[in-house]
């Protein structure tokens, strides 16, 4: 068990620039998800997979974002023409299937946009 | 949205005191979980209270659970430097996914 391990660490990015970040998840499991975090707040739920089925999606997240799981197991985030205030730690977890699987996160990417 | 709300914001202590953190929620709850966070780290999965359950223990960590109440504490006993951490309660409901509240920032100075 490697833990689950994200890519890049930190990103600066011009606004209206594409960037992508990677997400691995422990072997294991099955479940992926992606949190967004601003200073001071607690983890935002973004979207989550089920092997490579993607079966919610955040209201916040809009277009601009997309995630694929494509083989149910690393996953990848891509933010198009990125804003200022998508500045933030994106934070991707994986779990086990079923109520009560407690959340495995990664360190985040920071992302910073200027 | 975040479900969960801490309280204090923050919380600052000396080694070897206890440290208390509370959490209130708005709906009802499947299970309730309690997570820390270091500066610029990810979250780590400390406890987890099912809704039919009051009271957990872990090592120097307990946690109480009041469904009456939509409450929760958590109870960090005999503080270490190291505990210095966020600390999160998250909630999950029905079949929606973990929602987390805004954290506690825990100081303990030596």
């Known amino acids: 068990d490697t833990g689950v391990s994200q890519d890049p660490r930190h990103k600066i990015t011009k606004r209206g620039q594409n960037v992508t970040f990677r997400c691995d998840p422990i072997s294991e499991h099955n479940r992926l998800y992606w949190y967004r975090q601003t200073l001071g707040q607690g983890p935002e739920f973004l979207t989550y997979?089920?092997?490579?089925?993607?079966?919610?999606k955040s209201r916040l997240l809009s277009d601009r974002f997309s995630a694929e799981r494509p083989k149910g197991s690393f996953s990848t985030l891509e933010i198009q023409r990125t804003e200022q205030g998508d500045s933030a730690m994106y934070l991707c977890a994986s779990s086990l299937a079923g109520v009560a699987s407690p959340l495995h996160f990664g360190n985040g990417t920071r992302l910073t946009v200027t | 949205s975040q479900q969960g709300e801490e309280d204090p914001q923050a919380l600052s202590i000396q080694e070897g005191e206890n440290a208390t953190m509370n959490c209130s929620y708005k709906t009802s709850i499947n299970n309730l979980q309690w997570y820390r966070q270091n500066s610029g780290r990810g979250l780590v999965h400390l406890i987890l209270?099912?809704?039919?359950?009051r009271e957990k223990h872990s090592g120097r960590l307990r946690v109480t659970l009041d469904t009456s109440k939509k409450s929760s504490s958590l109870l960090i006993t005999a503080s270490r430097a190291a505990d210095t951490a966020s600390y999160f309660c998250a909630t999950e409901s029905g079949y929606s996914t973990l929602t987390f509240g805004k954290g506690t920032m825990l100081l303990v100075s030596p």
């Open positions: 209270i099912r809704s039919n359950e």
């Open positions: 997979f089920q092997n490579e089925a993607q079966l919610e």
